[in-house]
């Protein structure tokens, strides 16, 4: 079994008043690593996350070039295939809006685009609209989780701060969002 910090959006500056609250840090303790799907925006973010966990993540589209990082990642952890990305618009790709996603529409279809077509993809992992979520849907044939963490820094229009912890026990995948 691996219990896996989800983050994203944390949006740190290098030397901002802006921390990452001290429920983020109750939230993932424990977690054997964890996952940001993009938006650190400073080398800060990344320090301050790697106090709890190893950790690995994507670019967000506020990310510097200098962050090194990739704009998708695969994790295979106990024969579960993650996909992991920010959400925003890929290059060159337009994926038009799913409906049945409040307040996520575009950044699920730019999330789902980026895996859609790789069958081993068990879930989905994104940020960027700084939404809250954890649901299963139908793709291309197939019941894929989509994880969404949210903010633990800027809510935006959203009612709730978040960040989530995953669990994989086998095949079993199993979400948990922390809200506040």
């Known amino acids: 079994m691996k219990r896996i910090g989800v983050i994203s959006d944390t949006h740190l500056s290098e030397t901002g008043s802006r921390l990452l609250p001290a429920l983020v840090f109750a939230a993932l303790e424990g977690a054997d690593f964890i996952i940001h799907a993009g938006d650190f925006t400073s080398r800060r973010a990344m320090r301050e996350l790697e106090r709890i966990a190893p950790l690995v993540g994507v670019r967000g589209n506020n990310d510097p070039e200098h962050l090194g990082l990739p704009q998708t990642r695969r994790l295979t952890i106990e024969g579960v295939t993650l996909g992991v990305c920010h959400g925003d618009r890929p290059q060159d790709v337009y ?53 969404n963490p949210g903010s633990p820094t800027d809510k935006r229009w959203n009612p709730q701060f978040g960040c989530a912890v995953l669990v994989i026990d086998g095949d079993t995948i199993t979400p948990d969002l922390t809200l506040w």
């Open 95 to 147: 994926a038009p809006p799913l409906a049945d996603f409040p307040g996520n529409q575009a950044t699920v279809a730019n999330a789902i685009s980026h895996f859609e077509f790789e069958d081993d993809v068990r879930c989905i992992i994104f940020g960027h609209s700084h939404r809250p979520m954890a649901r299963w849907h139908e793709i291309e044939g197939r019941s894929v989780l989509l994880l």
